[in-house]
C-alpha cells in the first residue's frame, strides 16, 4: 500500500527554522519526482519544491519567493525527502502536502499528481510573531 507521511511543521517566528520530512512506503521515492506543496487556507496547492527521479539525476527546482532559503533533499536509505527551510516569513504559513510530482526537472516544478494514493497528509507550517 502507497502511502507518504509528513512530519517536521510547527509554530515559529519570523526569521525561523523548520526541517519537514516525507517518509514513504509502498514505492520507491528515487522512482519518481517528489514535491513539496503548500496550500494556504482557500487555496489550490502551490508547488514551492521538487527533487527529480534517481534517472533524472535528482536534480532539485525551488520556485523563485523560496531560492536560497529552501533546501530540499533524498535519503535513499531510509525513503525520505525533507525540505530545509530557514529566515521563514509569515507568508510561508501553510498546510505543506509531500506528493508526486510528474514534470519536475531542474527546470520546471511539475504538478502535483491527480492520483490521491500519492500525497501525504500534510503538515502545518504556521510563521508568526
Known amino acids: 500500500q502507497v502511502q507518504l507521511v509528513e512530519s517536521g511543521g510547527g509554530l515559529v517566528q519570523p526569521g525561523g527554522s523548520l526541517r519537514l520530512s516525507c517518509a514513504a512506503s509502498?514505492?520507491?521515492?528515487?522512482?519518481?519526482?517528489i514535491g513539496w506543496f503548500r496550500q494556504a487556507p482557500g487555496k489550490e496547492p502551490q508547488g514551492v519544491s521538487c527533487?527529480?527521479?534517481?534517472?533524472?539525476?535528482?536534480?532539485?527546482y525551488y520556485i523563485e519567493s523560496v531560492k536560497g532559503r529552501f533546501t530540499i533533499s533524498r535519503d535513499n536509505a531510509k525513503n525520505t525527502v525533507h525540505l530545509q527551510m530557514n529566515s521563514l516569513k509569515p507568508e510561508d504559513t501553510a498546510v505543506y502536502i509531500c506528493?508526486?510530482?510528474?514534470?519536475?526537472?531542474?527546470?520546471?516544478?511539475?504538478?502535483?499528481?491527480?492520483?490521491?494514493?500519492?500525497w501525504g497528509q500534510g503538515t502545518q507550517v504556521t510563521v508568526s510573531s
Open positions: 506528493a508526486a510530482a510528474p514534470g519536475c526537472t531542474g527546470r520546471a516544478m511539475g504538478t502535483i499528481t491527480s492520483n490521491r494514493a500519492y
Open positions: 509502498g514505492f520507491a521515492l528515487a522512482s519518481v519526482g
Open positions: 527533487i527529480s527521479s534517481s534517472r533524472s539525476a535528482s536534480i532539485p
